[in-house]
């Protein structure tokens, strides 16, 4: 239904006009010593006064950590952060892309098909994505998002079929612009969101488990003490093409946006995780914690965490 | 063999460096002819037996190997391998392989066995493009037999748990034959790393380790769908075939045929056949229909299962009547406004109507120099309605009395419906302009060229106005009429963007037959999904999903988040109206004169009725009443509530 905007919008509107002049007057004022100390070439230190806390992060931030645990001789996991913050007139968003994936194949097939699949990915998506948003491209904007994430996955898995043909990997994939995070997936790494004191798994595992769990044979509590061996009924690698899953989501003010591998969820429960992620404000020292915490439970499997932290 | 399950991090693999080679005579009697598949544990050999000297008797022989190290593992799976071998021995079926010899060696169990010349359903499969339907039924039946053989051993049933085409041989003579019996799987075990590709014919309740002979008729039904479809169960997500229907894949499978697979695959056990006998009566059945007779699926379907407040007018489809109609002297394009107790309408007569709620009985009337395409809409606060006319005029009428209280004039048709917020209209004229008036008196404030006649809709934040132009191009100003972002569609935009305030996303279609998601913030895409004709109707969206028409004629709905469609309602003529939500009920209206009434879950029809004439408008509710205007002149006024 289209809905006029609440009565009291223009109040707010108005309100966000008084307070942002304040703002810039705030942080003008905090520069200016910078500026004298470089006209006149002579380095004074800075006024005890006009030292501001900081609250908030005003850009993103992220931590990214993996490891290959405790039993494992090679680490089949697959990590990639990469986060541009500007402040210019340009006005660009905040641009991340992150991807975690988790590689299978005896023989190191498992980490090749991972590293090409990472590989693959950041070069199709930062070029097709990044790389006119930095050029100044009128049209940055055009193309659609979740068919750039789609190609440049099912590139990937041409690449690993191509390469590592006895070897597969899962993916996960989050580009951020701004605050709004489009993702793709294929397996069971993970993206979780957490925001508010809670946490929501966003990706749906492609696993005959989590199938089970749908179909309501069994209970998640059933799952954690599962027999079968985790099996996926999606991965890059297996075929000429993939299904991938594709969503948007946005993201509020001061949320954290974690992908992992399996070798972290299967250790760490949902509620721990959450714990930690809200104990440590930085996202490298939460990760660090993470990976620590499943080694701790025995380590038996690669561990990867990567976290973003929005700003606000 | 194809073999699409890899195990990993079994490094100790080494069945390949181990397998017996040509000639090797094993045993002291079967001489090694060569290899005739393996999987991941054991390889099944060719070989003779040189017991029979005068003739060639061939022999296949089985060969597994047990991957525990530990001494005391493997000695009890060899002593369950012989209890099963024993089994095995004393079955007599046609279908099922004579069983002529077993023994161990070296930690290694082999399993003699009758040779089988013929391939397997799955090399079949990938030999043809289709198998006879008829011959898929005579091999059920046969499939069926054999398995109820099994099911009544005494005393204990025996399942055999791997019931897939690859297990099924077709021998020289065209009969089933059962291989591969569920005695390797002894052996597989210890397996704890992620693998990929699921078994695909395996029953749900298999995987909590309840066999039962029942989870052979399951995984019957999956050899049987796979066969009928040629779609891989292994490729697809565990458990769903049901969305994979037989007939989008083979339009030729009978439908009884389709109904006994469909049943086998019941996902609760106490939904499928009880015994394979049982399935293979339902089986029989359809072979003894003489052939030429058509039968139809069985109807099963229901109008009057769900609830809603229109389930005493659905079960009577076609009984929702107007309360009132009111007839004006001209086709009506424009979405009727309500305030207070009126409801007010434009038409190509000129004229901006006013009619009373509650009857339909004309209050006041007001005449413009040209025809109404654009709708009206109300402010309360300065008691005006607003519209645009063909006379290139924006008009502002005193609601109560249809005076007058102020125009503004642009240079060409003002088609576009205006938007109220902030205090400010905003809206569109063909002259290419988007405008920004002051509501109080019409005095303008900016306006922006887009170049191209703008006849969508503004949609108004607290920061933007989103509008879209004929030239194919989305823009987002700022308040004060500064360009944001833009968006370029490959062509004309009519569509009016609509914006999910919560997710901070802009839906907008255009005629490039698209609907796009952007991001409010920047016009990033997000997404965008293709339907087969112009976009013209406006989306709305609902619990987070999006709902829209197409003029390929179809109404759909598209989860927000993943751009997926959840349903379409397939019309026979373009939808332009844009659809409007009320409870669980979505209303739209077609050009094919139907006005429709939908479930918003299902995409399932509750009602329609047929006006006089295309509907191109949007729906208005006003209380219990909704209303809708068509081509054919008539502003109607339905009952919301039955």
Known sequence: ?312 | MPETTHFTGMEGDNTSDSALKANFVLHNRYKIMGVLGGGGMGTVYQARDLNFTDVRKLVAIKEMQTIATDAALRASMLKTFRREANILATLNHPAIPKIFDFFDLNDRAYLVMEYINGSDLELLMSKTKELPNEKILEWAIDLCDVLDYLHNQKPDPIVFRDMKPSNVMIDSLGKVRLIDFGIAKTFVSGVKHTMIGTEGYSAPEQYKGDVTPQSDIYSLGATLHHLLTRKDPRLEPPFSFHERPIPNFNPNAPAELIAVVERALAFNVTERFKTCAEMKEALERQRYRSAGVVYAPAETASVNGSTGFFEEDAAQIGTVQPKWTFKTEDEIRCTPATVRDMALVGSYDTNMWAVKLESGDLVWKFATRGGIASSPVVDENSKLVIFGSEDYTLYALDFRSGRISWTFNTKDRVRGTPRIAHEHVFFGSDDGKVYALGIANGRYLWNYDMNAPVRSRPFVTNELVIVGAESGEIIALGLSGARKWSYRTKRGVISSPYVDMNEGIVYVGSTDGFMYALDVANGYNSWRFRTQGPIISSPIEHKGYIYFGSADGNLYCLNAQTSRERWKFATEKPIVSSPIIHRNFIFFGGTDEYFYCIDLDTGKERWKFKTGGAITSSPTIAGDLILVSSMDHILYAFPLVS
């Open chain 1, 1 to 312: 239904m289209i809905t006029p905007p609440p009565a009291n919008s223009h109040s707010d509107a108005e309100t966000e006009k008084l307070t942002k002049p304040l703002d810039e007057a705030a942080v003008a004022a905090a520069a200016e010593p910078a500026i004298d100390t470089v006209a006149d070439g002579v380095t004074r230190p800075l006024p005890q006064d006009t030292f501001i806390p900081v609250a908030g992060n005003e850009h993103a931030v992220f931590g990214q950590l993996t490891d290959v645990g405790k039993v494992r001789t090679n680490n089949q996991d697959a990590a990639f952060s990469f986060l541009a913050t500007t402040r210019s007139a340009d006005e660009w968003p905040d641009f991340g892309l992150f991807v975690v994936a988790d590689g299978m194949g005896g023989h190191q097939d498992g980490e090749k098909a991972s590293a090409i699949t990472t590989r693959s990915l950041a070069s199709h998506i930062l070029g097709t994505l990044y790389v006119p948003m930095v050029r100044g491209d009128e049209d940055a904007n055009q193309i659609p998002v979740n068919e750039v994430l789609e190609t440049a996955v099912q590139k990937a898995n041409s690449d690993v079929v191509a390469n590592v043909p006895e070897g597969g990997t899962t993916v996960t994939a989050a580009v951020v612009i701004g605050d709004l995070a489009y993702i793709a997936h294929v397996g069971d790494s993970r993206i979780y969101l957490i925001s508010k004191g809670a946490i929501e798994q966003v990706t749906r595992d492609h696993s005959l488990v989590q199938r089970l769990i749908e179909l309501g044979q069994l209970t998640p509590e059933e799952a954690t003490d599962h027999k079968q061996p985790n099996v996926l009924y999606r991965a890059l690698g297996q075929n000429d093409t993939v299904d991938v899953d594709t969503l948007t989501r946005r993201l509020p003010p001061h949320a954290r946006l974690l992908l992992c591998s399996d070798g972290l969820w299967n250790q760490v429960a949902d509620s721990e995780i959450l714990d930690i992620v809200t104990k440590h404000p930085i996202p490298q020292e939460a990760c660090n914690k993470l990976i620590a915490l499943a080694n701790m439970r025995g380590g038996i499997d690669n561990v990867t965490a990567i976290l973003l932290k929005l700003p606000g």
